[in-house]
């Protein structure tokens, strides 16, 4: 079973940035399309980003684009989120996962963004 954890979130004020982490038990993540979701509060997950297992194709959702940054390195096993400009709106709790059926989730990690 693959384990992943989720880090880097915080508190940050409006316009700030912060860099998220996913780390996968195994090797496995690095042959996989991975995505990061996000759960604001009372609100179902949402996919955020996707990145190809090659790193050569990167999918935005509108509400992030050309704020987030999704990006990985397979040799550490880990890929990224970086997000820049942040909003109030973008307050939630974030994941990763691999896209189509999720392996379990983890604890991921709390971004609060305060006005």
């Known amino acids: 079973q693959v384990q992943l954890v989720e880090s880097g979130g915080g508190l940050v004020q409006a316009g700030g940035s912060l860099r998220l982490s996913c780390a996968a038990s195994?090797?496995?993540?690095?042959?996989?399309?991975m995505g990061w979701y996000r759960q604001p509060p009372g609100k179902q997950r949402e996919l955020v980003a996707s990145?190809?297992?090659?790193?050569?194709?990167?999918i935005h959702a509108d509400s992030v684009k050309g704020r987030f940054t999704i990006s990985r390195v397979n040799a550490k096993n880990t890929v990224y989120l970086q997000m820049m400009s942040l909003n109030p709106e973008d307050t939630a709790v974030y994941y990763c996962?691999?896209?189509?059926?999720?392996?379990?989730w983890g604890q991921g990690t709390q971004v609060t963004v305060s006005s």
């Open positions: 996962n691999r896209l189509g059926p999720s392996w379990a």
């Open positions: 195994g090797s496995i993540l690095s042959v996989i399309t």
């Open positions: 990145i190809d297992r090659y790193g050569g194709t990167t």
